[in-house]
């Protein structure tokens, strides 16, 4: 089963697509990781990849495309696919039509996960870990138990993603509906498409998913 996983920043879907891998055996291809990975192995897509990046150029449509051919390429054939940050405009889209008919593949699912706007930027601006070992806590949902000790190592440095602040959470969201606004109908035609609340608990959206992939 090949499926895209669509949703902004925060909105769970590296959580989603991590159980997918591990309950189903599936595979996510990132495009971000794969890029970096066929740079690092220097396949040929990657050597392509590498002398655009250094001269400080944007990646084209075809060599991403190029790369998750070589990724889809290295997969047994009835390995499942989760596709995450790719497509992201209209040309990607159909590239990717021609990516999965070549290798006797079709995508089976477009699931967007939901959410609240204003909800989100709680969620993601409340965000902060353990300096030491990196657990996760949240200014509203989830404090440590101790003030200013992590439950976890007892470290008492906290941190914050400097990009996890209110501007640059909007910004990322209103990026994401410009993106995903012209990919979704070309798969509402084909009615593929399916919508969860990612505001949901994350045990919820799982479940979710899961029926719709079940279905």
Known sequence: MNIILLGPPGAGK??????????RGMVQLSTGDMLRAAVKAGTPVGLQAKAVMESGG????EIVSG???EALDALKSDTGVIFDGYPRTEAQAHSLDELLASRHRKLHHVIELEVNEDAL???ITGRFTCATCGEGYHDTFKQPKANGVCDKCGGKEFKRRADDNEETVRTRMAEY???TAPILPIYE???????????????????AISAILDA
């Open 58 to 61: 944007l990646v084209s449509d």
């Open 121 to 123: 930027v709680e969620r």
């Open 177 to 179: 509906r410009a993106k």
């Open 189 to 207: 035609a084909r009615g593929i498409v399916s919508r969860v609340d990612g505001m949901a608990d994350m045990g919820d959206v799982t479940e």
């Open 14 to 23: 590296g959580t989603q697509a991590a159980r997918l891998v591990e309950n």
């Open 67 to 69: 790369i998750i051919g």
